[in-house]
């Protein structure tokens, strides 16, 4: 149970994760719902049929008009298809400037919504309801998008939720494949801000099963390390890039995999174990923490099957396409130790080299 406070420029907001957040609608959040002309509640749709009544029972008292848009679950909502689809929701319903969105869903219904709140009467404003782990790192900082069938979150834009609200009771519902994904985000925050934290994350036993009364602070203390960053870097100039540990080649992994075989922390753990090899050569990061951290993917149910199925020459046009591929150069966020992140280009050899040593210490799991 918890709360925190982002302050970027021009918009500050607060991060609430406990299990009776929606109870906040009717107290910290009743003066603004007094000000709004409508609401959309644009919701997954699996997670819609488990636990809309949840989020619409706090919602009762409301006295302006609220409506529910489901949306395909998962990734295959983020499509120019169900994005045009919701504007012209919000235009027959007669939403305006004055209207607020609300997104119940894992990270892909937050990117969408989040895109639709940003462009539709060229912005209004939106809250999270996020309903997955991985959201923690997806629901804070104000990216959206949607995917192009060229690449994923190809557009999108910067618009800040004014308010994210985690009910941590919904978790109770997510397979063990999403709680690896968003496990995955969390040992990310970690690896980029502190040692200790994330050794304490690699000798835990139940890290893919974690209880709700563990992870609640976990998640607070990487929504705390992502909001720091964007505080610093709203528009990831410098900073914000190094949350992108583990993505360059994660992203890569996702497109090959067709954007659905594994789920996002699933391939972004891949992604991190390439970063940490790359790193070797490059400072403090040792081959026996590379094998440490593959050994603790592995016996925490992280699968790194693509590697073995798919030939570098694959992964590396993804890679080119990345967006943070600026100038054809593949930029890389590496490690010089745990806890301190830096940029660098990396050249195909190296990234080549990379990939076979990364297929070697991981053999026998394909
Ligand atoms: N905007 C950002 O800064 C940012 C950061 C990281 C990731 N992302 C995006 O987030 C997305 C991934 O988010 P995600 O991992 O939450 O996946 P997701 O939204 O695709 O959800 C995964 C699956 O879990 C289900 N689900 C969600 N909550 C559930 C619950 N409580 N019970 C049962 N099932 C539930 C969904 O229906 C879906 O099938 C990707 O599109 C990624 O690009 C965005
Ligand atoms: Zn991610």
């Known amino acids: 149970m918890g709360k925190l406070s982002v302050n970027i420029a021009d918009s500050s907001y607060d991060v609430h994760i406990r299990s009776d957040s929606y109870e906040l609608f009717k107290t910290d959040y009743a003066k603004l719902l007094k000000s709004v002309d409508k609401i959309a509640i644009i919701a997954d749709e699996h997670v819609a049929s488990l636990h809309l009544s949840v989020l619409q029972n706090s919602l009762q008292s409301v006295e302006c008009e609220i409506v529910v848009k489901t949306v395909p679950a998962g990734e295959s909502c983020k499509t120019t298809n169900v994005y045009t689809d919701c504007l012209s929701f919000l235009l027959e319903n007669g939403f305006t400037r004055d209207s607020l969105l609300i997104a119940f869903g894992g990270g892909a219904c937050g990117d969408l919504t989040g895109f639709v709140a940003a462009t539709f009467m060229r912005g209004i404003r939106y809250i999270h309801c996020p309903t997955s782990i991985l959201a923690h790192d997806s629901a804070v900082g104000g990216k959206t998008a949607i995917n192009m069938p ?5 557009v999108g ?25 968003g496990m995955a985000e969390l040992i990310k925050h970690a690896f980029i801000s502190d040692q200790k934290w994330t050794k304490a994350l690699m000798s835990n036993t139940t890290f893919s099963k974690p209880s709700m009364e563990w992870l609640a602070p976990e998640l607070l203390r990487g929504i705390q390390v992502k909001a720091k960053i964007v505080e610093a870097d709203e528009y990831e100039k410098s900073v914000r890039k190094f949350l992108n540990f583990g993505h360059t080649f994660g992203h890569a992994v996702e497109a090959v995999c067709g954007f659905g075989g594994l789920s996002h922390g699933e391939c972004v753990m891949i992604g991190m174990a390439y970063s ?34 798919h030939s570098f020459e694959t992964f590396y046009s993804y890679m080119t396409l990345d967006k943070k591929a600026s100038f ?10 745990i806890g301190i992140p830096y940029i660098k280009e990396i050249s ?7 990939f076979e040593q990364l297929q070697n210490r991981t053999g026998g799991t394909a």
């Open 150 to 154: 060229e690449g994923k979150n190809m």
């Open 157 to 181: 834009s910067f618009h800040q939720p004014i308010g994210v609200l985690f009910n941590e009771n919904l978790f109770s519902t997510l397979p063990p494949r999403e709680i690896r994904s």
């Open 348 to 354: 195909r050899e190296q990234l080549e080299k990379a």
């Open 328 to 337: 054809g150069k593949i930029n890389f966020v590496l490690l010089q130790e």
């Open 276 to 309: 940490l090899l790359l790193s070797e050569s490059n400072g403090e990061v040792t081959s026996s923490l590379t094998n440490e951290f593959i050994q603790f993917s592995l016996a925490n149910g992280y699968t790194y099957t693509p590697i073995h199925e």
